[in-house]
């Protein structure tokens, strides 16, 4: 159970215990200006979008998993991303349409006869995500380290063990910020570069990879990864 659920103690890595300088005061839970941008909302939501009229394409890839459809891609630009759609978003409807346990090509072949002018989604906020805010130390750190945006350790006693960290998940988003098909060096950037309160969210290294498994190299470096703009 513990290497399922990603406790694994190896990856606790042994520091000193932090004192008040370094972050040991920081909150089990904690809020930042990016936590709103990443929240996770409950319930359903509407969604409107239409298609590209020079290209007829939405912008938009899908995945299926456990008898739903979810996002798997969102193109930079395109209309889904300017609807507001987002990766690890569940679709549940498509124009009235309940789309439960459809495949990923049925889903795709009834957006290509879909009506350009208009299409409406009812979806719900990546169920398969969860959001944490971690709290820099005095140093910078927020407390875990990750390769190929996958967490493979937690510092102990840091702000991101005691907020729940786990390894064997990877990072989604940065203060609501799609980071899907980034290299580490810019993750990495975009961290350094927020505020000493940092929202990730994280997603379980299994649904992750099936959901990109289709993805190549160049529909990653397509992906939306704007900022989110306040609302």
């Known amino acids: ?46 969604v409107i979008g239409c298609k590209d009229p020079g290209s007829g394409k939405i912008g938009l890839s899908v995945e299926s998993i456990s008898k739903g459809i979810f996002v798997s891609y969102v193109q930079s630009g395109g209309v889904a991303a300017q609807a507001g759609l987002r990766f690890g978003d569940q679709i549940l409807q498509i124009n009235g349409e309940s789309i439960a346990g459809w495949s990923k090509k049925k889903t795709i072949e009834f957006l290509k006869k879909a009506d350009p002018a208009q299409i409406r989604f009812a979806v719900r906020d990546r169920p398969f995500e969860r959001t944490l805010t971690c709290v820099k130390d005095s140093a910078g750190h927020v ?31 940065i203060d609501g910020q799609n980071i899907v098909g980034l290299s580490d060096e810019k993750i990495l950037k975009i961290i350094k570069e927020k505020d000493r309160a940092v929202t990730v969210t994280v997603m379980p290294a299994f649904v992750y990879d099936h959901m990109v498994k289709c993805l190549g190299s160049s529909l990653k470096k397509h992906m939306d990864h704007s900022e989110p703009t306040e609302m």
Do not use: C
């Open 1 to 46: 159970l513990d290497t399922w659920m990603g406790l694994n103690q190896q990856a606790l890595v042994e520091f000193k215990p932090l004192n008040s300088t370094t972050g040991a005061l920081a909150p089990v839970s904690g809020s930042s200006t990016g936590s709103y941008a990443a929240e996770i909302k409950q319930g359903v939501r509407q």
């Open 143 to 173: 407390g875990f380290q990750f390769k190929k945006a996958k967490i493979n350790a937690i510092v102990k006693d840091s702000s991101a063990a005691r907020n729940g960290m786990l390894t064997d998940h990877y990072l989604t988003e």
